[in-house]
């Protein structure tokens, strides 16, 4: 694809960049060819895709766009990069003498607005020392990924991440208020921070969500909201069946309260977690957090929809509490990930999809069925609804399996692609989406167009008219063709 | 005379996963110990290691290890889980043995009752070096003394012996670092912090062929003499007086106030002998025996 070999981009790159940021080490250049969807193979120090030429640490707008103006007319293929948590494969480097762009210097926050509620940061600000630094002033971006301590804020817009208490809170596309992003052509945008307008399309949503296939975010402004957690209330309940689960999730949805967590476990997922006091029942978890007033109106509420149902026995919400204060995935777990994969030889990876509530339970079931009856050496599959909205709501599914008489690089094909290929198409094929929120990545391409329909005409003709050169991070939503 | 099967047991522990406690939680409670009500039941990691072990020996050794037995003393939904999750990796016996006690401070009384429970004739016992909770690292000693057996510490990995199939190779730390022993069974063995032992995963369809088997709960058992309480009013705990002077209680006074209570000291010691051919090895343990004045 490119015009130019490795030792060329290498020298191209030490023309605009520093010698010092331009990063050629072979074992890190290894490492930066994945992400966490082949974590088996990079545990076993297995790399199947072609190697990067080089990773480029940047430092300002400015130097973006120059390396993206001198890409595009070399052709090279450029993978923005940022908190490395990605899990669809958003980084893996296919193309071969790819460079990864990483924007992790670009740490600054820039302003706390407490007055317009609004914080601008880089897009090399770690979400968790922003809210940290939010929190301690009273105030929260709301924003509450599993990532949280790992995710960086281009990589969080890029991928229009959701987080654990989005139920309140929305998505980040509900709480980007404006931003910068640099387009392949070396174009530098800003889009203001108004509250609300109606210009014509909200352009906002092209930037988010774009995965680095069209452009590079290099700096985004946040909504703000009052942090009051010692107004949380806590409640989880017991219960048999995911279908009654799912029926109470959308009363509580659908009649208009917005807890910041509504959660339902089936039994089997909900074991990992809840054993102690759940047995291998199904659970459900609220929270209800904000101004007092609300939260208690919120927390009664949902404590009578609830009561309405016999079958649901409440449990002691110190047991959520507890479970609240443990939520997020930092560097440690992720390292003790990596032993208990080597040592046991079993793996878990999960795929997210949202459908309309009256083919929630229908998904969930047939998901269930379809793979325990497909797919091989399983010792965990099961599932959770994390994300609730008027008009229906997603299903997070786990699955853990035994890595039997395969190499590396066959756990992929073998376990976890044959699983998500059962995923998305019971879901497509309910009218649901095959990506709720971790990103379409490299290896829910082969769908794009099923998930689409007759509306890909409007992705495709982005693609052509931002990224005419083909060099933004190819093969991510977008399949090559 | 060859060994020709292994029956193999593993005494384990489930306890609180101290990682589940908030900041709120680590405040001493009316128990002297912090809350863990709230937190998740994990295995303790050590027997977890002793758990992976059996079953890595039963793999080795093909059909020569005729029963793998676990028990514990909690018959608690955690313990229920775990016994079903080693039925379905293998384990042909798994007793559930509850109590009404503490169980951290009692290892003397944990081996008497294990053995009890579970019977003397087992070619190895394994069990964690210490709970992570009780931390005594007494109970694999308290058996070994009791059957009379030989026991090793600290150990790391099993593995058969290469020439000789009734020999077992045993790795454990040791103060002058990784001692290598070829050992034969019977024995007591005390897993420790063993680098690459975590338990398997039962697969769902293994899960669901043993889950139909009901799980066997002992009879519940109390220490003799009622559990152990809490320190009387105006008793505390205290060192041994100077010179190691007693205090007697005169049968028949009716004014007499019990002043200190102290824990006789307890020991126990071991040696290794190293030396050259068997003979040299003799010469050198009857040396140490005299030395010991034994």
């Known amino acids: ?481 | 005379m060859e060994r020709t099967f292994m029956d193999i047991l593993v005494l384990f522990k489930m306890v609180p996963n101290l990682e589940d406690l908030t900041e709120a939680d680590w405040a001493v409670g009316e128990n002297l110990r912090p809350v863990d009500t709230y937190a998740r039941p994990i295995i303790n990691p050590e027997d977890e290691s002793a758990l992976e072990l059996a079953l890595r020996l039963r793999d080795a050794f093909k059909n020569r290890v005729s029963s793998l037995t676990a028990a514990t003393f909690d018959d608690s939904p955690g313990a229920r889980r775990m016994a079903k999750t080693l039925k379905a990796l293998g384990y042909s016996r798994v007793l559930l043995t509850p109590v009404d006690f503490d169980t951290r401070f009692c290892p003397d009384w944990i081996a008497r009752a294990a053995l009890e429970k579970t019977g003397r004739n087992y070619s190895l016992i394994l069990t964690g070096s210490r709970s992570a909770d009780g931390q005594n690292g007494l109970t694999a000693m308290y058996l070994a003394e009791r059957l009379g057996l030989p026991l090793i510490t600290e150990v790391l990995n099993l593995s058969p012996h290469d020439g000789d199939s009734t020999l077992i190779k045993v790795e454990s730390l040791s103060d002058d670092g990784l001692l290598v022993q070829t050992a034969s069974p019977p024995m007591v063995l005390s897993i420790g912090n063993a680098p690459s032992a975590i338990l398997r995963v039962p697969t769902i369809k293994d899960r669901l062929k043993s889950a139909q088997e009901p799980l066997e709960i002992g009879t519940p058992l109390s220490i003799s003499g009622g559990a152990p309480t809490a320190l009387p009013p105006g008793v505390a705990h205290t060192n041994p007086p100077p010179g190691g002077a007693t205090t007697t209680v005169k049968p028949g006074v009716a004014h007499t106030t019990l002043q200190a209570l102290w824990r006789e000291k307890q020991s126990r010691v071991a040696k290794v002998v190293d030396a050259g051919s068997p003979a040299d090895k003799a010469a050198t343990l009857l040396a140490s025996l005299q030395d010991w004045g034994l």
């Open chain 1, 1 to 481: 694809m490119n015009s130019m070999n490795r030792e060329e981009i290498v020298a191209g790159l030490k023309k605009l960049l520093p010698a010092e940021r331009v990063i050629t080490d072979e074992q890190v250049l290894k490492d930066a060819s994945v992400d966490r969807f082949r974590k088996y193979e990079n545990i076993c120090g297995v790399y199947t895709q072609p190697i990067p030429a080089a990773i480029a640490y940047v430092e300002s707008t400015g130097e973006i766009s120059n390396v993206l103006v001198w890409a595009s007319s070399g052709k090279v293929n450029i993978i923005p990069r940022a908190g490395i948590s990605a899990t669809e494969g958003g980084l893996e480097t296919i193309v071969p003498n790819s460079v990864v762009l990483d924007c992790s210097r670009m740490n600054k926050i820039l302003s706390i607005d407490h007055i317009n509620m609004q914080a601008t940061c880089q897009a090399g600000v770690s979400l968790q020392v922003l809210d940290d630094k939010c929190r301690a002033m009273g105030l929260t971006t709301g924003h509450s990924p599993q990532s949280k301590p790992l995710a960086l804020m281009g990589g969080l817009t890029a991928t229009r991440s959701i987080g654990q208490f989005s139920t309140l809170y929305g998505g980040i596309e509900d709480m980007i208020v404006g931003l910068e992003a640099v387009f392949p052509n070396g174009e530098i945008t800003r889009i203001k921070n108004v509250p609300r307008r109606a210009a014509g399309p909200d352009i906002r949503h092209v930037v988010v969500g774009n995965e680095g296939a069209l452009c590079f975010i290099t700096e985004v402004t946040v909504k703000l909201f009052p942090f009051y957690p010692e107004n949380n209330i806590f409640m989880g309940y017991i219960l048999d069946s995911m279908k009654l689960g799912f029926e109470i999730l959308r009363e509580v949805m659908v009649k208009g309260y917005k807890p910041s967590i509504a959660r339902l476990y089936d039994h089997e997922d909900g074991a990992y977690h809840f054993s102690h006091f759940a047995g291998d029942k199904c659970v459900l978890i609220f929270m209800a957090e904000g101004p007092e007033g609300i939260a208690c109106a919120t927390a009664e509420a949902i404590k009578a929809i609830v009561a309405a149902h016999p079958e649901c026995q409440p449990v002691d919400p110190k047991h959520i509490e507890r479970w609240f204060a443990h939520l997020n995935w930092d560097p440690k777990n992720i390292a003790e990930e990596r032993i208990e994969i080597k040592e046991t030889q079993n793996i878990g990876h999960t795929t997210e999809i949202s459908a309309n509530w009256s083919e929630l339970n229908n998904i969930y079931e047939a998901v269930i069925k379809r793979v325990r009856a497909e797919v091989p050496d399983l010792t965990l599959l099961g599932g959770h609804s994390s994300h609730g909205y008027i008009n229906g709501a997603n299903i997070y599914f786990v699955y853990y399996y035994n890595l039997v008489d395969i190499k590396p690089e066959e756990e992929i094909t073998k376990y976890h692609l044959a699983i998500k290929g059962i995923i998305v198409e019971e879901t497509i094929k309910r009218g649901g989406s095959m990506c709720h929120h971790h990103g379409v990545g490299k290896h829910r391409t082969a769908w794009i167009k099923q998930e689409y329909g007759s509306s890909y005409y409007i992705l495709k003709t982005l693609k052509d008219a931002f990224d005419p050169a083909k060099i933004m991070n190819m093969g991510d939503i977008w399949p090559i063709e």
